[in-house]
């Protein structure tokens, strides 16, 4: 039983990690778009790189 609760423990981990990191996606998104109505290469470039990472993080959670 020990056994199953810590497993159980540990789903709900991975998924409100995964939920943190998709409400950190939503804004990254609405802040590139910004960037991009300013014309703001190097601030969406900067953007891009740090949704490059939060992907990477996404796809180490949900595996």
């Known amino acids: 039983m020990d056994n199953n609760y810590t497993s159980n423990s540990s789903s ?3 998924v409100t990690a ?3 990191l998709k409400e950190q996606q939503c ?3 609405m802040q590139i778009r ?3 109505q300013v014309h703001d290469i190097k601030g969406q470039k900067k953007l ?5 990472k939060l992907m990477k993080q ?6």
Do not use: D, G, H, Q
């Open 58 to 63: 996404m796809n180490r959670v949900s595996v």
């Open 18 to 20: 995964f939920a943190r």
């Open 34 to 36: 910004l960037a991009m």
């Open 48 to 52: 891009e790189l740090e949704m490059s």
């Open 27 to 29: 804004a990254l998104n």
């Open 12 to 14: 709900v981990s991975k």
